[in-house]
């Protein structure tokens, strides 16, 4: 019976082409990451279920891929009849990494005596979501994150402004680096007597920019959140206006929170010093934008690509609180992330990613027989050693075949060794591009590519 393979919903295979457009982009983090002083790391695509949950609201938990009980347990819970999928439940104990955030908060806990702080983080690895798949959104996807543990200077926010604004200008894609602040929302809830949904509300409010004002009301009225929540959202739903109009509204929507003008406080400081470094024209202050995950309390960002529908490509925030969850207080952080994936689709609806081709073979070796093969094997492996990409066609395949895999590999140049060649030590070189054909000598072919590498480094 045959069998017609399929990926799972929400994951992709990443062919030759799409790889190279991912390097691009990862390269031009990694160079931008170093520069500001972050240092590599990894974490296991496992996390202990009770690592995860609690961290991302109760929407987010569901989202968390978990791992299914093995051996014992597995058919133990299966026994249980109709009470299976509680019995599965309660036997959980691991889950796909939802984010990189909350592993890192575990990480530099149980690894704080080897790190340096304030300890400056990157780290790129795949995440996994149950969520619906859509243009942009899948369940498997990739997270490139920078994070700062162990200060709780608003320089930092600075410099993560700094950052995104380096990156997307390196990439010429325009985008909106949105800013708002957990605390100034914290405020307005507290004015209109909302602090017992505070949760609640801030979860809605994320989602203004997807269902619309008339969907996260009644997103409200079925938590039952009552009048003032309406009030809430309509009062902030519709402002515009630049950074300093929206900043001189904020005070009448506060109130008296001590809270909300403490982000105040911070809002200020951050949007003025932006100005002053210069890193202010793509930042805008946002009433509407909450990050609805749970370990946020302070600053936070998201950003968009302009003028392309495509969600945020970008985001993150203060989270001072998050390793305290893991007995380690007083541990303030602060982390963005870049949404790869995202990003790759917003350059290539702009057209913006640059022609890039993959280094192929170089010289390829015509497999005219066994001994044939074998005899340029050897020449082969000395090119290698000059750092050239080499190949010897791995068939004794017609001409005909092994030449048009030269030319779809876009092979730069080919080698005839015949039994004839073998003999007199004389063989053709053919170059693809012009073909023409050149009778040389293994000195001479060592020495030819020997000196191409040596103009080519004098150049740099």
């Not at 190279?20 to 160079?31: A, M, T, V």
């Not at 994936?341 to 497999?367: G, H, Q, W, Y």
């Not at 005899?375 to 000059?386: D, G, I, P, V």
Request: net charge negative; charged share 25%; glycine share 8%.
């Amino acid at each position: 019976m045959s069998y017609s393979p399929s990926l799972p919903k929400g994951t992709r295979d990443q062919l030759p082409q799409a790889m190279l457009n991912r390097e691009y982009i990862l390269r031009i983090l990694k160079d931008s990451f170093k520069k500001f002083g972050f240092q590599a790391i990894e974490t296991p695509a496992m996390e202990k279920l009770s690592t995860l949950t609690g961290k991302y609201g109760e929407e987010g938990d569901r989202l968390i891929f978990k791992i299914l009980p093995r051996g014992e347990k597995l058919t133990k819970a299966l026994a249980d009849g109709d009470e299976a999928e509680q019995a599965l439940n309660q036997n959980v104990e691991e889950a796909l990494r939802y984010d990189l955030t909350v592993p890192f908060a575990r990480f530099v806990v149980q690894n704080r005596n080897e790190l340096v702080f304030p300890f400056k983080r990157y780290q790129i690895q795949p995440v996994w979501r149950a969520d619906r798949p859509q243009k942009g959104r899948y369940r498997e996807f990739y997270q490139c994150d920078a994070d700062v543990v162990g200060s709780d200077s608003l320089l930092l926010e600075l410099d993560f402004i700094s950052l995104y604004s380096e990156v997307f200008e390196k990439l010429k894609l325009p985008v909106e680096i949105r800013l708002n602040h957990r605390k100034v929302l914290a405020g307005i809830v507290e004015n209109f007597g909302l602090s017992d949904h505070f949760g609640a509300f801030t979860v809605a409010l994320d989602k203004l920019d997807k269902i619309g004002l008339n969907g996260v009301i009644n997103e409200m009225k079925a938590k039952e959140m009552g009048a003032s929540a309406e009030a809430a959202i309509t009062s902030i739903a519709g402002l515009k206006g630049s950074n300093e109009e929206m900043l001189a509204l904020l005070p009448s929507l506060i109130g008296n929170s001590e809270m909300g003008a403490e982000g105040l406080r911070d809002l200020r400081f951050i949007l003025n010093q932006a100005q002053e470094i210069g890193v202010d024209k793509q930042l805008f202050f946002d009433f509407t934008l909450a990050r609805g995950l749970d370990y946020y309390t302070g600053a936070i960002f998201e950003v968009k690509a302009s003028g392309i529908d495509i969600g945020s490509i970008g985001g993150g925030g203060r989270y001072d609180d998050l390793t305290g969850i893991f007995g380690l207080n007083d541990m303030p952080g602060i982390g963005i992330s870049f949404g790869l994936d995202r990003i790759e689709l917003a350059l290539m609806d702009a057209n913006l990613l640059p022609e890039l081709k993959s280094e192929t073979t170089e010289v390829l070796f015509i497999n005219f027989g066994q001994d044939e093969a074998l005899y340029s094997m050897k020449l082969a492996q000395e090119l290698r050693q000059l750092n050239v990409k080499s190949e010897v066609y791995p068939d004794e395949a017609k001409l005909k075949k092994q030449m048009a895999y030269a030319n779809k590999k876009e092979v730069s140049f080919v080698v005839m060794i015949g039994s004839n060649e073998m003999s007199s030590g004389r063989f053709t070189l053919k170059d693809m591009k012009s073909g023409e054909q050149l009778e040389m000598g293994r000195i001479e072919l060592l020495e030819k590519f020997n000196s191409s590498r040596s103009n080519t480094y004098g150049k740099h």
